[in-house]
């Protein structure tokens, strides 16, 4: 792994423990995680309990009810002391300090009814990168019980808003995805908005107000350097990467008041122009196989009445998908390539939703005041959006069952996330 981060398996006996997570009502599993041997321990096992809580599929079970006592996080637990207390799942681990200053990390996945050990590995990391690998142990532990990927060690990007409401600063940051190591990556002199991540993961583009007309940049993540994507007539909107990273897709407002839609090359810089009607188009967004763009249009008729459309990813057959009461903005495709989730104004109310991607299976997960701007984390099972309460916006998160709505911690107000790839 990148980063300063290595690992080695410890062999496991054959797994039987597994929890179905395509069900229509997962009951979150009960397991049991004592705090870690050594001096970093606690509080890598706290961040391990911390993310597989927040994905509502796991019930850590509180310390005080512990009948045995781990001291040896290398020894066969006592299984029927665990069952008593009816955890279906136990980790034990281990962290320390390696000679060459690295920290070695280590856990073990038990299955208590099994009565054997699921997984095993220990991790090689530097000072850095303690908490990450306390999000990799638990996306390990959340793949061999789910069989899924975790989303657990990924970033996102969005929008720090801080000052009065009518001098609002608004800086680009980054954060891990439960909220920890905040850092700016811009100085607030100018307004930002919609920061989206490459697949490449170490870039973004985004819209900056510097020279007083919306443009599009990239931004190296970790090198600070930037460029002007194109300086192009009118408005700028919503920039999105296709899944290849080579191309951004945006929409481009001309002086006559129509949004079309556009693709440029980022090697050659040419553009195409995707869509040409009267009408709005804009908020574009890949199929994860690059096949296909979602996107929102107010071409059926309405005034203001956005729809959600799919075309091809030439521009050719576009169609109406979208037929339900209310006004639908900022669709993005799931990275699974099953659902389309969106925002919708209906009722006097602001609606976060998925559907299928023909339409159909329409279902509204969270409703609120204010709240827009779902993105997917990358194994397709939660999404970030922000919400306004009053006073500001805030990040939320909720699964895909719309029951596990979880707030992020941020220091100051924050819209606009973008959820990154798992990270290398």
């Known amino acids: 792994m990148a980063m300063g ?6 062999l496991p006996a054959q797994a039987t423990l597994e929890l179905n997570v395509n069900k229509g009502n997962v009951e979150p599993m009960p397991i049991a995680i004592p705090d870690f041997q050594g001096g970093l321990g606690p509080q890598i096992s706290e961040i391990v309990t ?13 310390k005080a009810a512990f009948v045995e006592k781990i001291t040896n996080p290398d020894a066969t637990p006592r299984f029927d002391d665990w069952k008593v207390i009816n955890a279906q799942a136990l980790v034990t681990g281990s962290v320390s300090k390696e000679a060459d200053g690295r920290i070695r990390a280590q856990y073990r996945l038990w299955d ?30 959340y793949e061999k019980i789910t069989g899924e990927k975790g989303y657990f060690d990924t970033r996102v990007v969005f929008v720090d808003e801080s000052g009065a409401k009518n001098a609002r600063k608004k800086r680009l940051a980054i954060m891990d995805q439960d909220g920890a190591n905040v850092r700016y990556l811009s100085d607030g002199r100018a307004i930002v908005l919609t920061p989206r ?4 993961r170490q870039e973004i583009t985004y819209m900056s107000y510097e020279s007083g007309q919306p443009k599009v940049y990239l931004l190296q993540i970790e090198t600070g350097q930037r460029e002007l994507v194109g300086n192009f007539p009118g408005m700028t909107f919503a920039p999105r990467f296709s899944p290849d990273g080579q191309k ?17 090359d980022l090697r050659s810089r040419s553009t195409t122009r995707l869509t040409d009607s009267t009408a709005i188009d804009t908020s574009p967004s890949y199929s994860p196989d690059g096949s296909q763009i979602v996107f929102t249009s107010d071409r059926g008729g309405g005034s203001g009445r956005s729809q959600i459309y799919v075309m091809g990813a030439d521009g050719s057959n576009p169609h109406r998908i979208s037929f339900g009461d209310g006004v639908y903005s900022t669709p993005v495709w799931s990275p699974r390539g099953d659902l389309i989730a969106f925002t919708k104004q209906s009722g ?17 997960l969270s409703s609120g005041f204010q ?43 924050a819209s606009d996330p973008a959820w990154s790839p798992l990270l290398d």
């Open 5 to 10: 981060i290595s690992s080695l398996a410890i």
């Open 50 to 62: 911390a993310d597989l809580k927040r994905s509502g599929l796991f019930a850590p079970i509180d």
């Open 112 to 141: 208590i009814f099994g009565n054997q050990q699921l997984a095993g590995e220990q991790f090689f990391a530097n000072d850095a990168n303690q908490r990450r690998v306390a999000h990799i142990i638990a996306d390990a532990i």
């Open 197 to 200: 991540f490459s697949p490449n």
């Open 248 to 264: 951004v897709i945006m929409s481009l407002l001309r002086d006559d008041g129509n949004s079309n839609i556009f693709a440029m």
């Open 348 to 364: 006097g109310e602001f609606q976060i939703g998925v559907m299928k991607t023909d339409g159909s299976g329409e279902r509204i």
């Open 371 to 413: 709240q827009e701007g779902p993105t997917w984390a990358p194994n397709g099972r939660v999404l970030m959006f922000f919400r306004d309460s009053g006073g500001g916006p805030k990040l939320v998160s909720v699964d895909l069952t719309g029951r596990n709505e979880q707030p992020i911690p941020t220091a100051n107000y």
